[in-house]
């Protein structure tokens, strides 16, 4: 048996496991690496150890010291846990969306957390990265570990992960499959190999749907920790240092969806419990397996354990809430409020409108779409051209052609049609809908541990949660209000205020028990 003098002992050395199951099908043989088995829980931990033996090195960071960072969670973890190992102080700012569990680990291992808004332009002075900077700036002793930037990041895993991969397979890997955050893990290990191999392995970035990193538009996603968001206002699009694009042979993009489902396929066919990070990724390794033949040898690397996300990912109400889950029947459920969609087919895009677009331009776009007085339309934050689905909270309000006209009659043409909000709630399209008889509802999400350090007062003084970071649960609405309706944690289609009189009593009395599919 293994004894350790210090729990940073247990850092690195983790294992491959072939996908029996999931890679049956398959040519090619597929291994992962289960990242989540170091002791921290997950790769974050290489690069935590790394950063601060090299601070130390540098003189950076000295005895009594505090290590700060701003960070999804992983990363912070893992200061925190080498934090307390040396006898720091761990200060750690992390987006007001970030999964409870992950907060919850951050605080167990003594860190300080801010929580902070997760969604606003890079050079804003509430940005995460701006928020740490400022702390460290002002604490005497503060280091600030800067995983996107520092090189010691990328270096963890040139010197440990990519040897590991290498000799664990004795040199058959033929391709590395990981998703992209900092891109440390995939220029280290990925760099490694293409000169262990002389540059025959190929190097593929698994990247979600909407990241800049694979010519994405920036759009927010539910996946944590991978991909490159950008907020429409930032002034320049700055990518990580520690990012070598160069090592890249490939990106493939993954859709939320596809991410969160393969995740969830590994823990019931595999028994691999993994986050939507390693998701992305699985689900890239078998697109990528489909062209390869038995002569290679994919290795994906799962980067922490779906444990972190048992009230997200995992969790049928949260994923229903947010339209990822549906019941077998839409009867009873906000989709059966869409005159205009099949049962169980796809729900209309929604009219939308960019943020700063002028009343007497926004009722012109509307009625050109032929909207009646009270069909709801979405004001968006401003990427360009978009196509009737928009992340929620890219969402700044809900308006009508009625509060657009009400609008103009009072303040002009050239007034902002942001001032012609109207309430909205957003709902998961199997939401189950309240009784014709007026009843306030039934069932609904489960809010789960994921909400309650943004809605149940335990975020930091200062801190803001992020606009809408929570999507509301059931449909205990009022009449007057707006539903925006969420399919695949996107905007796809609103039910008009007034909707309860849609409401047919057969579809409310099969509201009351509702079974939703895989």
Do not use: C
């Not at 003098?5 to 049956?24: C, K, M, W």
């Not at 429409?232 to 700055?238: G, L, M, N, R």
């Amino acid at each position: 048996m293994t004894v350790f003098e210090s729990v940073l002992d247990g850092i690195g050395g983790t294992p491959l496991v072939r996908l029996r199951r999931l890679g049956a099908r398959f040519r090619p043989r597929i291994y992962a690496k289960l990242e989540f088995q170091n002791i921290g829980g997950s790769v974050k931990d290489r690069a935590a150890l790394s950063m601060i033996r090299a601070a130390e090195r540098e003189g950076l960071l000295r005895p009594g010291g505090t290590v700060v960072e701003g960070t999804s969670g992983n990363t912070g973890i893992g200061l925190a846990m080498v934090a307390a190992q040396l006898g720091y102080r761990a200060v750690i700012f992390a987006p007001a969306a970030t999964a409870g569990e992950k907060v919850r680990l951050l605080r167990a291992y003594g860190a300080e957390v801010h929580l902070v808004a997760d969604f606003v332009p890079r050079d804003h002075p509430g940005h995460l990265a701006s928020r740490a900077a400022a702390y460290t700036g002002a604490t005497p002793g503060a280091w600030l570990a800067q995983q996107y930037d520092n090189p010691a990041n990328p270096a963890a895993h040139w010197h440990t992960t990519g040897p590991e991969i290498w000799d664990d397979t004795e040199g058959s890997v033929t391709h590395l499959v990981a998703s992209v955050g900092t891109g440390g893990t995939l220029s280290g290990t990925g760099g490694f190999l293409k000169d262990a191999s002389g540059g025959s392995v190929r190097v593929v970035a698994a990247d979600p749907e909407h990241s800049r990193y694979g010519g994405g538009d920036g759009a927010l996603k539910y996946v944590e920790g991978a991909g490159h968001a950008l907020h429409p206002e930032s002034v320049e699009d700055i990518w990580p240092e520690a990012f070598d694009t160069g090592v890249v042979d490939q990106y493939i993009r993954v859709s939320d969806r596809d991410a969160i489902f393969t995740a969830r396929r590994a823990a019931r066919e595999e028994g691999l419990l993994t986050g939507a990070t390693g998701g992305t990724a699985l689900a890239a390794a078998l697109t990528l397996a489909e062209g390869l033949d038995e002569s290679h040898t994919i290795v994906v690397v799962l980067p922490d354990s779906g444990r972190n996300y048992l009230s997200t990912y995992f969790d049928d109400g949260w994923l229903a809430s947010l339209g990822f889950l549906e019941p077998v029947s839409p009867r009873g459920t906000v989709r059966s409020l869409l005159p205009s969609v099949d049962a169980g087919g796809p729900a209309p895009g929604v009219p939308l409108l960019p943020s700063g677009q002028a009343v007497g331009e926004a009722i012109a776009h509307l009625r050109a779409r032929g909207l009646g007085p009270a069909d709801p339309a979405f004001l968006v934050l401003d990427r360009g051209e978009r196509h009737g689905t928009v992340h929620p909270r890219e969402v700044l309000a809900a308006v009508t052609l009625e509060s657009l006209q009400a609008l103009e009659s009072q303040a002009g043409p050239s007034a902002a049609s942001l001032l012609a909000a109207v309430p909205y709630r957003a709902v998961g399209v199997g939401t189950p809908v309240p009784g014709a008889a007026g009843d306030d509802g039934v069932g609904g999400a489960d809010e789960g541990v994921a909400g309650e350090d943004v809605a149940g007062g335990n975020v930091a003084d200062g801190d803001e949660p992020t606009r809408g970071a929570l999507v509301a649960a059931g449909t205990g609405t009022s009449a007057h209000e707006v539903l925006a309706v969420l399919v695949d944690g996107r905007i796809t289609a609103a039910v008009p205020a007034g909707w309860r009189a849609g409401v047919r009593g057969a579809d409310a009395a099969a509201a009351g028990s509702v079974t939703f599919s895989r």
